[in-house]
């Protein structure tokens, strides 16, 4: 501990990755096969991420099925091997001084770093009804595979028509007597091969063009008021549970004025997962892009990486001291 109270870690790093989801784990192992000093910080103290929250993995490259947890498993023993530290560390700030870089967690601690990735996915967005708060954990979930169980030979509703809405209410027909997947328009947008594997489950009862108006209940969720966009009509359908799946927000509040981002919060970056920032990247879900896809993730959380990689190279060639002013960077276009 310092005089000021902030407890300093002695060493330096040469990468901190922030969040210990798939794209961390993959930064991970290729800067501990580079050898380089790389610390995992997780607000879990774990790795595994969305993972954990996924029951079968089936899109991922010689991969044909995997459990999340026995993929999260295998990739945290990868990384240990190549003498990778994970460690429980909420960050709230991060910022450049000199040729370091200052990673900041909630109890006071900094960690001095070369450079910094940052891979903190984001959480399930919220529907923004009434009753949502109130029966939150009372009937009201964002994770099929935690909660799924509570639910046994019940009426359970899905909101959404994405990836996760479609494929998480193929899941809660093991446990739901029916499964209603309420959507705001007449088509879902998840994956075919998943729209058809719900469209054939007997359980499953697909509601077009209709929105959540009000989740009620005494004391925990017994029905859903909906609204039929078209016709205006209201009605109130009898339910169990109420699993949201309505999208997706970036954990990107860390992230100071100086770091682009796009209408939703996501953070832009270069081609090389870089920021405007020189030694800080971005990569996995929190990052702006196309997909949002466990393969392109671990794919630009390598990008990152080497790119981590290139520029410790540089910085040590150029007779690196911690003083010595930040390079001026060539500005990136977005
Ligand atoms: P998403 O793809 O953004 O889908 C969100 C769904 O919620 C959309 O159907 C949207 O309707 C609906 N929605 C949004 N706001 C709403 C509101 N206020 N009221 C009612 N409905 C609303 O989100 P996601 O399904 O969570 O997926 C997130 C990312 O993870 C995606 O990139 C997805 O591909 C990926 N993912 C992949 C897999 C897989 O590969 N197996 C599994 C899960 C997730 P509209 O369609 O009308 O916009």
Redesign the pocket.
């Given at each position: 501990m310092t005089s000021n109270g902030i407890a300093q870690v002695p060493e330096d790093w040469d990468v901190v990755i922030i969040g210990a989801g798939p794209a961390g784990m993959a930064a991970a192992l290729y800067t501990g096969r580079a050898k380089l000093k790389t610390l995992l910080l997780d607000r879990a103290g774990l790795g595994g991420g969305q993972l954990m929250n996924?029951e079968l993995?089936?899109?991922y490259p010689a991969i044909k099925s995997i459990t999340g947890s026995a993929m999260a498993d295998d990739m945290v023993e990868q990384i240990r091997e190549f003498g990778v530290e994970i460690t429980y560390g909420e960050v709230t700030a991060f910022e450049a001084r000199g040729n370091r870089r200052i990673v900041k967690t909630e109890d006071g601690t900094e960690y001095v770093t070369k450079t910094v990735i940052v891979t903190t996915g984001g959480l399930?967005?919220k529907?923004?009804v009434t009753g949502e708060q109130e029966f939150a954990g009372r009937g009201v979930s964002y994770c099929a595979i935690c909660d799924g169980a509570f639910f046994k030979n019940q009426v359970l509703a899905v909101?959404?028509?994405?990836?996760?809405?479609?494929?998480?209410g193929t899941f809660l027909t093991r446990y739901g007597e029916k499964v209603y997947i309420?959507?705001?328009?007449d088509?879902?947008?998840?994956?075919k091969l998943?729209q058809e594997r719900a469209l054939n489950n007997p359980k499953i009862e697909p509601i077009w063009n209709t929105?959540?108006e009000e989740i009620g209940g005494d004391g925990k969720v017994q029905w859903l008021r909906l609204r039929d966009v078209t016709t205006g009509e209201e009605q109130r359908v009898d339910v169990g549970g109420v699993f949201i799946?309505?999208?997706?927000m970036p954990n990107s509040q860390i992230f100071g004025h100086e770091y682009p981002k796009d209408a939703q919060g996501f953070v832009i970056t270069d081609d090389k997962m870089e920021t405007p920032v020189p030694g800080i990247y971005v990569a996995g879900?929190v990052r702006s892009q196309y997909?949002?896809?466990?393969s392109n993730a671990v794919g630009d959380a390598t990008t990152a990486a080497v790119a981590a990689t290139r520029y410790i190279e540089e910085l040590d060639a150029t007779g690196d001291t911690e003083e010595a002013e930040t390079a001026e960077k060539v500005p990136v276009e977005y």
């Open positions: 996924t993995i089936e899109d399930p967005r529907l923004d909101i959404g028509g994405g990836d996760s809405a479609v494929e998480e309420i959507h705001r328009r088509e879902w947008r998840a994956q998943l929105v959540v799946y309505v999208g997706f879900d997909v949002r896809q466990i």
